[in-house]
Nanobody, 110 residues
Framework: QLQASGGGLVQAGGSLRLTCKAR????????MGWYRQAPGKQRELVAT???????TYADSVKGRFTISRDNAWRTGNLQMNSLKPEDTAVYYC??????WGKGTQVTVSS
């Protein structure tokens, strides 16, 4: 079970920190990732971090977003800085290939 939190409404240029808490999953052995889906668009990858700590980012968020994980607490985080209106979407966390959390809404106003 995954629970994402931390979304909200923020002005452009602001910051938000998303957290994904895993329960009942052997979190440390899986890669985890953050995805987002804007209205009328397909879900897209935002960032991933493997069990070994290898990180990838979508080009659109490089330099602004930072993904991290804490295996001891079974949590993953997405620090989002310099937010833009085009970052507005529902954000989802994913652990492994089968575990998805419910989304958390991020809205960036211009």
């Amino acid at each position: 079970q995954l629970q994402a939190s931390g979304g909200g409404l923020v002005q452009a240029g602001g910051s938000l920190r998303l957290t994904c808490k895993a329960r009942g999953i052997n979190f440390r052995i899986y890669a985890m990732g953050w995805y987002r889906q804007a209205p009328g668009k397909q879900r897209e990858l935002v960032a991933t971090i493997t069990s070994g700590g290898t990180i990838t980012y979508a080009d659109s968020v490089k330099g602004r977003f930072t993904i991290s994980r804490d295996n001891a607490w079974r949590t993953g985080n997405l620090q989002m800085n310099s937010l833009k209106p085009e970052d507005t979407a529902v954000y989802y966390c994913r652990v492994g290939s089968d575990h998805w959390g419910k989304g958390t809404q991020v809205t960036v106003s211009s």
